[in-house]
């Protein structure tokens, strides 16, 4: 199956600081990917759709300035948090469907454990 | 509008049982039912989905079971083992819009 790689699995950091983690596709490009956040025993919840070549697309509720997405080529995305605080301390998933948006899987990255302090 | 809710909360079997997990979604459009399995620290891998003109869909010991009118679907674990044991989310997207909108979990966990 498809693989979708993360950078890095885990980092703790200062609060204030800004964090980048890395999503790639390893065997096929995506011009769509998503972020998500999960919180200890909670679900998944999408943050925020990155396309290649535009700019990201929110969720409600979501600080567009605080998370920063950019989707650099056909098979890496970033997520930038900026300004760290204890509460963005969370698991943080990507996901991509191969070949676009006309298919229905996607394949998650490992994830990414933030730990602000 | 867009939830799917899903139960129970937690799950224990016995080795060799039954295990079901059983979602219902509100949002008539959806038209793709994924279920995925996560292990603790890892992303969730796909297990297996649905489309809503199927009413059922078996691979190996995991079967879904939908209901359209119900708009309800389930997950059967057969022959539960304790490798089985993580969290299983139910899922409903959009073919083409790709917002997965995901249960809240079920933990399973499977008695040797």
């Known amino acids: 199956g498809a693989v979708v790689s993360q950078h890095p699995s885990r980092v703790i950091c200062k609060s204030g600081t800004s964090v980048k983690i890395e999503c790639r596709s390893l065997?096929?490009?995506?011009?769509?990917m998503f972020w998500y956040r999960q919180f200890p025993k909670q679900s998944l919840m999408l943050m925020a759709t990155?396309?290649?070549?535009?700019?990201?697309?929110?969720e409600q509720g979501v600080e567009k300035d605080k998370f920063l997405i950019n989707h650099a080529s056909l098979t890496l995305s970033t997520l930038t948090v900026t300004s760290a605080h204890p509460e963005d301390s969370s698991f943080y998933i990507c996901s991509a469907p191969p070949g676009g948006r006309s298919t229905d899987t996607q394949y998650f990255g490992p994830g990414t454990r933030l730990t602000v302090l | 509008q867009q939830q799917v809710k899903q139960s129970p909360q937690s799950l224990i079997v016995q080795k060799g049982g039954i295990s079901i997990i059983n979602c219902a979604y509100e949002?008539?459009?959806?038209?793709?039912f994924p279920w995925y399995q996560q292990f603790p620290g890892k992303g969730p891998a796909l297990l297996i989905a649905i489309r809503p003109d199927v009413s059922e869909k078996k691979e190996g010991r995991f079967t879904i079971s939908f209901n359209k009118s119900a708009k309800q679907f389930s997950l059967h674990i057969m022959d539960s083992q304790p490798g089985d044991s993580a969290t299983y989310f139910c899922?409903?997207?959009?073919?083409?819009?790709?917002?997965?909108?995901f249960g809240a979990g079920t933990r399973l966990f499977v008695k040797a």
């Open positions: 899922a409903g997207s959009i073919r083409g819009g790709f917002k997965t909108i």
């Open positions: 065997d096929f490009q995506a011009t769509t």
């Open positions: 990155s396309n290649e070549g535009s700019k990201a697309t929110y």
């Open positions: 949002n008539t459009a959806f038209d793709y």
